[in-house]
């Protein structure tokens, strides 16, 4: 299953990289971090940041079971991403396109005040067209309607499809413009905007992987009892994950939706109560990345210290997965301290270039204990991971140069270990329906797919 898009927007990319200078990922290091925190890490709330006393007890009650010390954790993810946690959340766990488009839709329908969307993609067809009716309604009633999608990820959309909406009264930006006269000395094309979030009245909200888009809708096979004809059966569906957060968070998510717009210079969003007061409706903590270009690769840091502190098991999803050699030697740092350490990657992919580069690093990983499993009955666009049952990661962010320096992203963190139970749930789902790859099998692997990992990987820092 492969979109026309795709060959379009890395060509397009790639030129506009070769015209770049290569920036490069931080060096990260547990050991050097634990010299420098504090002795828990800062914990906000509705009624502002908890003191220091309050905040050590809080974490103690709340990870008293957990496996690893999260506090440690916490601690030295606060210090090296400078982002707290926020405390008092309740975080939904969404999977596939189907169940997140009708809670996304059920939101939007009962939203009272205003309604922000920001995606990389927006497509014209059956899903897209729902969605914007439904916002043209909303807009309709009253509420303040603002919709920020990407120029690139949208290419293929037609403007008359975006007009239709802004006749309507919907606040309508393309990101970062593919024409550099619609952004005079601040073109950035190579700068995309890849985050998936809808923020409804300020006090819910959504993010993850899934677009609005019709393809991103279809379901898959997760949790079902059904099976595809083949693992190349072109029916089947999308494997993603959502996360809907209701509380203080919410906030967070809120700030990061209308700072990206008024970077754009598009100027003030339209009046509306975007933050209204937000009280505890759970217990969950959670940390809210959200990177740019020219910020220090926070969802990179939090992901490689993570790793390299984990102590039971790192099982991670990703759709998209062409590691650097610091996150790779963290896997195999992780699998030599006897970590179980599986990774999901795809079976079936909409990207064959990106899978190939990727599989450029199988080699390395399987001669040192890393397991690798390829999800079999879904096109795999799931970025999550859950680490020692307890650290969680579900967001936009692919494991790739592209995410971690050259796009907007987000990732939510969440340190629960129930939360992670139910992440460990559904990893075993995926593992259930991927393939082992054993070291055996790889080394037998046609001459052809090594010519093309060979040539994919030339193009990893660009794709």
């Not at 098991?313 to 990703?318: A, D, K, N, P």
């Not at 080394?443 to 660009?462: F, G, Q």
Request: proline fraction near 5%; charged fraction near 25%; charge should be neutral.
């Amino acid at each position: 299953m492969s979109h026309p898009r795709i060959t379009a927007i890395s060509a397009i990319l790639a030129f506009a990289i070769a015209l770049a200078s290569c920036a490069s990922l931080p060096e990260v290091n547990a050991g050097s971090e634990k010299t420098a925190v504090r002795a828990a890490p800062p914990v906000t709330t509705p009624q502002g940041k908890l003191a220091r006393r309050q905040a050590a007890d809080l974490l103690a009650r709340r990870w008293s079971k957990a496996t690893p010390d999260m506090k440690a954790l916490a601690v030295l993810e606060e210090a090296a991403t400078g982002v707290p946690l926020i405390a008092g959340n309740k975080v939904t766990l969404l999977f596939d396109g189907p169940a997140t488009m009708k809670e996304m839709m059920a939101a939007v329908g009962a939203a009272k005040s205003s309604i922000n969307l920001e995606t990389y993609i927006f497509d014209q067809d059956p899903i897209g067209l729902q969605f914007a009716d439904l916002l043209i309604e909303k807009r309709k009633q009253g509420l303040t309607v603002n919709l920020m999608y990407d120029s690139v990820g949208a290419m293929s959309t037609p403007d008359e499809f975006f007009q239709r909406m802004k006749t309507a009264g919907v606040n309508v930006l393309a990101f970062n413009p593919v024409n550099p006269a619609k952004r005079v000395g601040k073109w950035e094309l190579n700068n995309r905007d890849h985050r998936k979030l809808l923020v409804v009245d300020g006090k819910i909200a959504f993010t993850g992987g899934i677009n609005i888009s019709s393809t991103y809708a279809t379901s898959s096979f997760f949790r079902s009892r059904r099976t595809p004809e083949s693992p190349g059966d072109k029916k089947v569906g999308w494997r993603d994950t959502h996360i809907k957060i209701e509380g203080p968070a919410v906030a967070s998510l809120q700030y990061h939706f209308i700072n990206a717009w008024v970077d754009q210079d598009a100027g003030e969003l339209a009046e509306a109560d975007y933050f209204p007061p937000l009280a505890p409706v759970g217990d969950k903590i959670v940390r809210v990345l959200a990177t740019e270009p020219d910020r220090d690769s926070e969802i990179y840091k939090a992901f490689i210290l993570a790793i390299q502190e984990a102590k039971a098991s790192v099982h991670i999803t990703s759709a998209y997965f062409v590691p650097d050699k610091q996150f790779v030697d963290a896997l195999v740092g992780a699998a030599k301290r006897g970590v179980d350490v599986r990774l999901v990657l795809p079976g079936v992919s909409d990207h064959g270039l990106v899978m190939y580069a990727g599989h450029a690093f199988y080699e390395e990983l399987l001669s040192n204990g890393v397991k690798i499993f390829q999800l079999q009955v879904a096109v795999l666009h799931a970025k999550t991971a859950v680490i020692d049952g307890t650290w969680s990661t579900v967001g936009s962010a692919n494991i790739d140069r592209r995410s971690f320096l050259h796009n907007y992203e987000l990732n939510v963190v969440v340190l629960d270990p129930a939360f992670g139970r139910d992440m460990e749930s559904a990893y075993a789902e995926d593992l259930r329906d991927s393939k082992p790859v054993t070291l055996k099998e790889w080394h037998h692997r046609p001459w052809t797919d090594r010519v093309k990992e060979w040539a994919s990987k030339l193009t990893e820092y660009w794709i």
